[in-house]
């Protein structure tokens, strides 16, 4: 092989030769995808479509002959969606990929529902749908995002449901298509660029009613991730009540159509008002029952005899404790009296054994020198000088013999 270089490039002749070449080697495979363009030239032997991925801005051309073609003609057409088995094709005049069908397979609504199913299991089990993933919708919020068709019927169902509710709400809407290849990636859009707006509350996602394959849009993965991820709560009002594609199920909530979307996501003013009145009057019921209540307690214990005369325990207290004090007061007296008798019987004895009173009676106390006193005839000698104490004083008597 010659090496390629600036000095010696390849011819793009060669150039679309060798992609042609790889790309012959590639095998037939079978492809999905949604017919967007159908050309049927009358006379031609060859029928011309494009097939449309549809979650991707992403499209092939595929030629068949008239013959593969014929087969299922009167069974698909433009928007539907097909399963083909063909091999990849490099047109080198004009360097062109297609897709060469040998075989073309109308994809039945069966068959989709057999894959939603699927897919709805595969997702359940990530936990797309969990309840505790649900996130409560605000009481009254600033504004919503409205994602839904132009000038739809079900763009002027939410609105016009929603300010005749709460005339200052208000909205942001970004108008997608709900069906089609295009609606994935339009309405995937929005509801992420709607969620990145700080003042958007709530989303609603909503369409009328329509066939499986016109709500298919609303089952895919991408949109179903895409909500998911969503930071802000997000309410599905896809079609009509029997509806359910797979939007409601990670939505954080499901409306049966787009009118009760708006009922969801707004309150009504007057049933507020209604609502309020009915919160004071039940107030004031409570209140006012309370106070009668209190009242008729207080009342009950005015007219209680401790309440109505006050002062009648104490005066009754006063009298026994006027009756305790004067029996206090004369046995207290007795005792004194009892007392004062004991002590003056006491102190009549006490001066009748004194020494002072024996000596009043005559009697004298003798001692000797040293202050002892004289208690026997031996204990003095003949000549020894002594003191007598009498009553008055005391005077020294010397002892002399005994006569």
Known sequence: MAVNTAETPMPVGVVSRKI????????????????????????????FMTLRDPAQEVSLTVTCFRDVFDKVADVIQEGARVVVFAKPVWYAPSGQLSLRAAEIRPVGVGELLVRLERLKKTLAAEGLFAPERKKPLPFLPRRIGLVTGRASAAERDVLETARHRWPAVRFEVRPVAVQGVHAVPQIVKAVQELDGLPEVDVIIVARGGGSVEDLLPFSDEQLVRAVAACRTPVVSAIGHEPDNPLLDYVADLRSRTPTHAAKDAVPDVGEEHVRIEQLRQRALRVLTGVLDREERGLAAWLSRPAMAEPYAIVDERAEVVDAVLTRARRTLAHLLDRADSELEHTLARVVALSPASTLKRGYAVLQRQDGAAVRAVDEVS?????????ADGEFGVTVGPVS
């Open 20 to 47: 042609g070449g790889w790309i012959d080697r590639l095998g037939a495979l079978w492809v999905e995808g949604q017919i967007t363009q159908l050309s049927r030239r009358p006379g031609a032997g060859v029928v």
């Open 382 to 390: 003949e000549g020894e000088e002594l003191r007598a104490r009498v």
